[in-house]
């Protein structure tokens, strides 16, 4: 048996956040209080100290978090991350297709997922939706990389079987049988999770999408992930490839591949009528605001989502995404929704990041919310880094130059907009440190 205790400021959600509520039911903060793990597992949270059998992590005055859920990012695009100059179609041609085509040898694939992975780690995510390439092999290493750190991870080969360059390109019967060993070897082992990966409409034949459907079908709890409605010429070319059907996301749906576990990453040009079409079918999407402002695709409109009642989560989406950052993805999700006249507040977005995910991946039974029963996914973060964010800290806390309309929400959210990944003190995975290692706060004389 292997025990921790944590101490610090807990900050996690018991509901969903209104979008411009400030002063949210659904917050949990509990300040200095001690969060108990056991074999990977929160078996209490309590303000008094534990007993001496208990190893104590003593972090008073800095923040503990779940640890953060990207649901959509590309392992293979950390090679053309901050890439000049391109939009979405020209972005695969030129940088992101020449990446991914190295991923076809083992030794690439091998360092590439472990890098990719230690880099989330230090970033503050501990589980992550993610596209690895066309080749079994790449997937097959993030698989391999995420047991031996104990990550929650949801991928699988990606699927495409046309307007792709030549080693990017597979087939129907062949990428089934890959995704059937896959599945096989990996779905549901350890905290794997196997996704039915079409890269997006454009590169799969109605027969390799139809395969796709088929798989989500035939074995129970498969995700699948996709792009969906991401920029406008994208949508124009899936309305001549797919003149049938009624949307872009209606391909999906007439294919069998919208259900509770539906990963759909941008879907900006949307109507409502394909809200409500994600409502009904539990789909999700990934929100990914850095990307979508990095690539000039648009302006995604949360608003309307709720309105609807579809589920929404953030996303980093590197390599169109500028950062593995959760936190500079929720600076950018903030910008976005000022753009589109929405005050998005920091419990909305940290919420969508967290136990919003993890209900979105139908995971909150494991993680996003710091209770016990939960595995022990989180991270302790530094309020504040650097002189300016320091003195912003302490006047949202009222230590110098009290303003007025300071709140805990005026902290958390000068936080979330001037953190990075520079804050993060210590990442735990099920219990384990990972990344950082913690630095404590010694024990008063």
Request: proline share 5%; hydrophobic share 45%.
């Amino acid at each position: 048996m292997t025990r921790r205790a944590l101490r610090g400021d807990l900050l996690d959600f018991t509901g969903l956040p209104a979008l411009g509520d400030v002063d949210s039911p659904a917050v949990r903060f509990r300040p200095d209080h001690w969060l108990l793990i056991e074999d990977g597992r929160i078996v209490a949270v309590q303000a008094e100290a534990p007993g001496e059998d208990w190893p104590r992590e003593d972090h008073r005055g800095r923040l503990i978090l779940p640890g953060f859920v990207d649901t959509h990012v590309h392992c293979p695009q950390l090679d053309v991350i901050a890439s000049y100059g391109a939009t979405l179609l020209d972005w695969l041609q030129t940088y992101t297709f020449p990446a991914e085509q190295r991923f076809a040898d083992p030794a690439v694939a091998r360092a590439g997922a472990e890098l990719f992975l230690d880099a989330l780690l230090a970033h503050g995510t501990t589980a992550a939706v993610v596209f690895a390439t066309v080749h079994a092999v790449s997937a097959e290493a993030l698989f391999e990389a995420a047991s031996v750190r104990g990550m929650r991870i949801i991928t699988g080969k990606v699927l495409m079987d046309r307007h792709a360059p030549e080693g990017l390109r597979d087939d129907v019967e062949g990428a089934r049988r890959d995704c059937e060993a896959q599945i096989a070897r990996w779905h549901g082992r350890g905290r794997n999770a196997f996704a039915v990966t079409v890269r997006f409409a454009v590169t799969s034949t109605p027969e390799q999408l139809a395969m796709a459907g088929g798989l989500l079908q035939r074995h129970e709890g498969l995700y699948m992930q996709t792009h969906v409605a991401e920029n406008l010429d994208e949508v124009r070319w899936v309305q001549e490839l797919f003149p049938q059907a009624r949307s872009y996301l209606d391909v999906y749906h007439q294919h069998g591949l919208l259900n509770q576990r539906s990963v759909l990453a941008h879907g900006i040009w949307l109507d409502d009528a394909d809200r409500a079409l994600l409502r009904d079918t539990g789909a999700h999407i990934a929100f990914c605001p850095s990307s979508n402002l990095f690539l000039g695709s648009g302006l995604f409109n949360w608003a309307e989502a709720r309105a609807v009642g579809h589920g929404v989560s953030l996303a980093s989406d590197v390599g169109g995404g500028t950062s593995l950052s959760m936190l500079r993805t929720l600076a950018e999700a903030y910008k976005v929704q000022a753009l589109r006249g929405t005050r998005m507040t920091a419990w909305a977005g940290l919420h969508a990041a967290t136990l919003g995910a993890a209900e979105a991946l139908g995971l909150a039974h494991e993680l996003g919310a710091l209770e016990p029963g939960r595995l022990a996914d989180l991270c302790v973060w530094d309020w504040a880094s650097g002189p300016v964010a320091e003195h912003r800290d302490a006047v949202a806390t009222g230590q110098v130059a009290p303003l007025p309309a300071q709140s805990l929400h005026a902290r958390v959210f000068a936080w979330m907009t001037l953190a990075d990944e520079r804050n993060l003190r210590a990442a735990y995975v099920a219990g384990q440190p990972r990344g950082p290692q913690p630095r404590l706060i010694p024990d008063p004389v």
